[in-house]
């Protein structure tokens, strides 16, 4: 089953020519999940070629601009290819009176409903419940309510092992095997582990959008398979910035992957003071070897 | 003294890889006007080396998508550059309320004051009255509240011939001659017209944002140096296009511009359905040869 992100930005908030702010394509069998949406993230849905009718679900961590200021846009073009089928948005409170105000004064009703999800930016929330997938709300520290999401697989049916199978079991029996029973046939007990696979490892994907250093969210990204993590900065630069910013270095990212023994990271939301990027690179690696830098266009599997 | 304009963006309201929606600089005498700002129009100021605190004004004509959700990512790019300059906003009432919901979520105080200038739809209004220019709103037909903007030289001091000054004239004579007065000089009359030279044309340029076919803005905009006027479509699909579509053609933009006279016309946002823009240079040249597609980075004087 597919499951696997795409980069379609990676900057910070000061805009920089061919590049873009904060957004992500998750997909999953097929079914498209849309994280952040900076200005021209329609753009670059078209530039990747993922067509906006497979995008039913969008999650937007926090309201500043660089994370959301390309929904609008999407929307309306939404709109003007007659999209009917309802749109899922998960942002903090606050986002469902912008779009409101929006369309308040273009004098639009849009062709497709909206099915508005809010959350908190301070409480662990399950904030979708499909299939195949569950996805829940990562609390972050922002300075306004902002928050990361956990996409974690749900337990897949068992897989069992043919050669194993007595002929002639009815099928219903063969769904209670799938589903971890054991099962009583021809006077005989089969034991589920005797005729199943192990099942394949769960994988998960977290996503954690702007925050500074902050430990409180390792236990719930534990063992995480891949992990994006802001890292605006480098340490040493860090150093010369602000007391009170609400940012993370190349370093503290690996340090949360780190702990959290995540399988790989990913870092992005650079800084355009920096114009080589290896640096982050660098600096994450001497912490966590298994890093990546957020490349516009390049997919990871999860 | 400088006046011309360069295009940004011209491409109608649905995305396009590589192009850009509305936006325009108006550059006069090294003051930046913007018209318009659709989404990205703050990477597209970058791209072409316009800075950001050399903007003071900026004339949205309409709200729809197309036309101004770039505003909001160049106004927090202007709060992150600490701009203390305040900001003129000419706009349709609405985007006021836009932007203070956009600001009362993400926390965000400007670094600079705005001065909201707002107008409506259905009358001419002289919105701007600086030292060199005046602005007016046209209004359009597009269905919701939209105007375009005339900006118009104001009359310039006269020039005086040196050659037939007499010498020793005073400097408050000097002045009065340049206001266009006669003077009293050593027991003499020197009428104003034989000692200054003719004036210099007064320049203008008219900015036709959104709209069908509309003959009411013809006399406002009578004898304009430069004309833009919005042709999203060519006549042949325009047959094909529902009845009450809110835009011109290529013929009526060029039906415009012959009927007010103006010296030179430019079109744009062009529909995406167009690959080959010429269509529409062949089209409007049939009833007005002065016309010139709008093509980002290209730079018209007026």
């Known amino acids: 089953m597919t499951f696997e992100i795409t980069i379609l930005g990676a900057t910070s908030a000061t805009p920089v020519v061919g590049k873009h702010p904060t957004s992500q394509v998750l997909n999953?069998?097929?079914?498209l999940y849309l994280l952040d949406c900076g200005e021209a993230t329609q753009v670059q849905l078209l530039r990747y070629d993922f067509r906006f009718n497979r995008i039913n679900h969008i999650f937007i961590s926090h309201l500043?601009?660089?994370?959301?200021?390309?929904?609008?846009?999407?929307?309306?073009?939404?709109?003007?290819?007659?999209?009917?089928?309802?749109l899922h948005l998960y942002a903090p409170r606050g986002l469902d009176e912008i779009i409101l105000t929006h369309l308040k004064y273009s004098h639009?009703?849009?062709?497709?409903?909206?099915?508005?999800?809010?959350?908190?930016?301070?409480?662990?929330?399950?904030?979708?419940?499909?299939?195949?997938?569950?996805?829940?709300?990562?609390?972050?520290?922002?300075?306004?309510?902002c928050c990361g999401f956990l996409f974690k697989e749900k337990p897949k049916q068992l897989k069992i092992d043919k050669e194993k199978l007595p002929p002639?079991?009815?099928i219903?029996?063969?769904?209670?095997?799938?589903?971890?029973?054991?099962?009583?046939?021809?006077?005989?007990?089969?034991?589920?582990?005797?005729?199943?696979?192990?099942?394949?490892?769960?994988?998960?994907y977290a996503f954690c959008a702007d925050t500074k250093y902050h430990e409180p969210v390792i236990p719930q990204i534990q063992g995480a398979t891949l992990l994006y993590h802001e890292a605006t900065l480098t340490e040493e630069s860090a150093e010369r910035i602000e007391a009170g910013m609400y940012h993370s270095t190349a370093k503290q990212a690996a340090t949360i992957a780190h702990k959290a023994s995540v399988g790989k990271l990913i870092i992005g939301?650079?800084?355009?003071?920096y114009p080589n990027l290896d640096v982050f690179l660098r600096e994450a690696r001497t912490v966590f070897e298994p890093t990546f830098l957020a490349i516009e266009g390049e997919t990871h599997q999860v």
């Open 269 to 273: 939301h650079f800084s355009v003071r």
């Open 28 to 31: 999953y069998n097929d079914q």
């Open 108 to 145: 639009g009703i849009l062709s497709y409903p909206i099915d508005f999800h809010a959350f908190e930016g301070n409480s662990v929330k399950q904030i979708l419940d499909d299939e195949y997938l569950t996805v829940q709300t990562i609390p972050m520290n922002h300075g306004i309510p």
């Open 172 to 204: 219903p029996l063969i769904l209670a095997l799938k589903n971890g029973e054991d099962i009583f046939f021809e006077d005989k007990i089969i034991h589920n582990q005797d005729i199943t696979l192990p099942p394949e490892p769960l994988r998960s």
């Open 64 to 86: 500043h601009g660089d994370h959301y200021l390309g929904l609008m846009g999407l929307m309306l073009t939404m709109h003007l290819q007659k999209r009917e089928a309802a």
């Open 168 to 170: 002639n079991l009815p």
